[in-house]
């Protein structure tokens, strides 16, 4: 979409064309370059830019500032082959939606803006678009990481190339939070991780990184390297070649910082650090990681850790890997930067700190305010970095002391709310910082929750040189040790064929071949395998299991679901007692069939807080156009009664036990997108739910629902209806609960529209 909404009527064609050829004057010829900011902490994920000349003072009135852009947010932008990236929300109420932007970076003005839906997400509409884009210099593409969880690769121009919906393809969590992470690009693949209970052998919930071809969003590998998480958690990889074997580092949900090679996601070295999970990022100096946390001590209940581990070990790092530690340092949000010997970190109370990283002793502290989650930038000598009290620094850091170049505050002290009415945010209403800023072309780019600035000269400074290139690992006459099948998860159809690239890797995972020759085994599917194809057995119906390729003594695997056209029809005879459907997303360990009443039943099982409010999904992402039906009963204890829902398309249809109502809805978070009225049901008794979801012709979707008893004849009229005008479009049936108490389903159907 070209913005030209901007310009004035009386603006003159001429000019108005001048407008809509600037993405392709900007683009045009580009290629990567030291100028480009591809990623939220630089070139080199490290925070630090190359860039010389850079200003010592501004004002947001005008001194030093080029131009501001009423287009806020919470993350940073990036800026990659002459275009500055964004990632924000737009709308309000029932279109709110998230917003991928490109702005030219010389002018502020917008070249186009593309949006996208949330869904079957708990976020609220105030913490959306928290992640930030990565560019590709290589191909220019652009990848966001959404709050329902969707990855989205768009060209330069703002094109969708893929998407993948890791909500209801792989079982991904969402949580009130909005805690999400932010990918990165690293040679042919873009890497994400989230919190996912999926299916199979991904059922238990576990911090899970996933691995996509940057072009084709092909699944090239998962792994989950850490143990049970304690939080949602969004820290960013850093990679790194040590000893020669590239590894991707990054801190887990679990408390532990993991070391995982890049090519195959094999896990290699983890150090637990904290009780809690690890949200910023770490640096590396050499082969010494440097990680920090705010939460309770994995060894101590001292709050607050920053870390140097050696980088060289394998398998659960000891004490005895780490060089030095200072306890009750509490960086939890912000993520250091290195100046030579020095380490600049900001804790959460908005103290900057600087380190000697051979010995961990402090070496100053300077104050800046009271909170802080934004990342200190080295450039030109400057450190430049804003708080979530509204202030911006520039700062020139010493060897025994900070000093204050400039300090503004954005917004009047007076306008400060402290509390929203809802009493969850810390500062509500004045112009925070929350993102690190991007530096390119001798400008600073700052993001605030209102408007970004584009700090620096009018002339832009000329190119850099292009890094260095990482060094081409194959290994063609090396010994294999690792086997990967691509893609590693997928969905087919009966009777339909999957090709596959069986690729061999070394003990540092790297590439040796591709492998023609493998021998093929499956474990709970049906179908043949042979010359790296596999065809799922056209009567066979719903399936899900591995697909085994082995090489020289070692195995590589995928994983499979296939799925006949609708209808679906579950009720549960065909799977074992206190087990659960296999081809199900998010239900292991938090669902069961029992036998009641003689007949079996899924039953939501009353497990800890952390599992009473779920989704589970059935079904490719694709469906349109069809209903989803489901028997539900509540047991009542304590005169707490829980709630529950079917999904169709990503809407749902909820019945609620303590409140006595029903509702429409796709993102409950956004009560506008809510539509409610009362229902009255009795507890420990059936009722039956149906949900119809339909695609209108003018980009609009229609869903409506009914509820009655189950013994009782299906009443002829539909009893709620919603018409979403930024309609979601196709998406997997599910089943929603949330219950202190069991919730019981039978009698599961999936229908295509009449």
């Known amino acids: 979409m070209i913005a030209c909404g901007e310009l004035k009527m009386k603006t003159t064609i001429s000019s108005c064309l001048l407008l809509l050829l600037a993405p392709l004057l900007i683009s045009a010829g580009s290629a990567p370059s030291g100028s480009d900011w591809p990623d939220w902490r630089g070139p080199g994920r490290d925070g630090i830019s190359r860039e010389t000349g850079l200003p010592t003072k501004w004002s947001p009135k005008g001194d030093n500032l080029l131009w501001k852009a009423p287009y806020g947010g919470r993350s940073t932008p990036i800026v990659m082959g002459g275009r500055l990236f964004l990632f ?69 121009d703002g094109k969708i190339l893929w998407s993948r919906a890791l909500t209801d393809e792989f079982g991904a969590w969402t949580t009130h939070g909005g805690r999400t992470t932010s990918p990165i690009v690293e040679g042919d693949l873009v890497i994400i991780g989230t919190i996912v209970d999926g299916w199979g052998d991904t059922a238990q919930r576990r911090h899970r990184f996933y691995a996509f071809d940057k072009r084709s969003g092909e699944c090239v590998w998962t792994s989950a390297p850490g143990g049970r998480p304690y939080d949602t958690v969004y820290p960013t990889p850093i990679v790194a070649t040590i000893n020669g074997m590239r590894l991707m580092i990054v801190g887990g949900a679990d408390g532990a910082v993991q070391a995982l090679k890049v090519e195959t996601g094999e896990p290699v070295w983890n150090c637990p650090i904290t009780k809690r999970g690890i949200n910023n990022c770490a640096v590396i100096s050499g082969t010494t990681v440097f990680s920090s946390h705010s939460e309770e001590n994995y060894d101590s209940n001292d709050m607050g850790l920053l870390a140097a581990i050696d980088g060289t070990g394998k398998g659960t790092l000891a004490k005895d890997h780490m060089k030095w530690s200072v306890k009750g340092f509490r960086g939890g949000y912000s993520s250091p930067v290195l100046d030579g010997d020095r380490l600049y970190q900001s804790d959460d109370s908005a103290n900057l700190f600087a380190f000697d990283i051979n010995t961990g002793k402090e070496l100053w502290k300077q104050t800046l305010g009271t909170s802080m989650r934004a990342s200190p930038v080295l450039a030109d000598g400057k450190l430049y970095v804003g708080t979530e009290n509204g202030k911006f620094f520039i700062l020139k850091p010493g060897p025994t002391a900070c000093q204050i170049l400039d300090e503004r505050e954005l917004e009047p002290l007076e306008d400060v709310q402290l509390k929203t009415q809802a009493g969850d945010d810390l500062i509500a209403a004045n112009e925070q910082i929350q993102a690190s800023v991007a530096i390119s072309r001798g400008r600073i780019y700052l993001v605030s929750t209102k408007g970004i600035y584009c700090i620096g000269r009018k002339l832009a400074s000329p190119l850099l040189p292009a890094p260095k290139a990482a060094e081409d690992q194959a290994q063609p006459n ?56 596999f065809t799922a057995a056209a009567d066979a119906g719903i399936q899900a299991g591995t697909l085994k390729a082995a090489v020289a003594g070692l195995t590589g695997s995928a994983r499979l679901r296939v799925f006949p056209p609708m209808p679906l029809v579950e009720n549960f005879d065909s799977v074992p007692i206190d087990g659960v459907p296999n081809y199900w997303i998010g239900a292991g360990g938090k669902y069961s069939v029992r036998e009641v009443d003689g007949n079996k039943v899924l039953v939501k099982n009353p497990n800890p807080q952390a599992f009473k409010r779920t989704r589970s999904f059935f079904g490719p992402i694709d469906w349109a156009d069809y209903t989803t039906q489901a028997d539900v009963r509540a047991i009542e204890k304590r005169r707490q009664m829980g709630d529950a829902g079917v999904v169709a398309q990503r809407y749902e249809l909820e019945i609620f036990g303590n409140s006595q109502r029903i509702e429409i809805q796709s993102w409950q978070a956004e009560n506008k997108r809510t539509v409610a009225k009362p229902f009255a049901w009795k507890a420990d008794t059936w009722y039956r739910l149906k949900l119809e979801v339909e695609n209108l012709p003018d980009g609009k979707v229609r869903a409506r629902g009914k509820a009655w008893l189950a013994s009782d004849p299906e009443p002829a009229e539909w009893m709620i209806e919603r018409i979403d005008p930024v309609g979601i479009r196709s998406g997997s049936a599910g089943i929603f609960a949330d219950a202190p108490n069991d919730i019981y389903f039978d009698n599961i159907k999936v229908t295509p529209n009449k």
């Open 88 to 156: 924000n929300s737009a709308g309000e109420g029932e279109t709110t939606q998230e917003r991928v932007m490109c702005l030219n970076p010389d002018t502020g003005k917008v070249i186009w803006e593309r949006r996208l839906n949330v869904y079957e997400s708990d976020v609220p509409a105030r913490r959306i678009a928290w992640s930030s884009p990565a560019g590709d210099p290589a191909t220019g593409n652009i990848y966001v990481f959404g709050a329902c969880n969707e990855l989205t690769a768009l060209t330069g």
């Open 478 to 533: 090396a010994t294999a040790a690792y086997v990967q099948v691509v893609p590693v998860d997928l969905v087919l159809k009966p009777g339909e064929t999957a090709r596959f690239k069986v690729r061999l890797f070394d003990d540092h995972g790297r590439f040796i071949r591709d492998e023609p020759n493998a021998t093929w085994s499956l474990e709970g599917l049906r179908g043949t395998a042979q010359n790296n194809q």
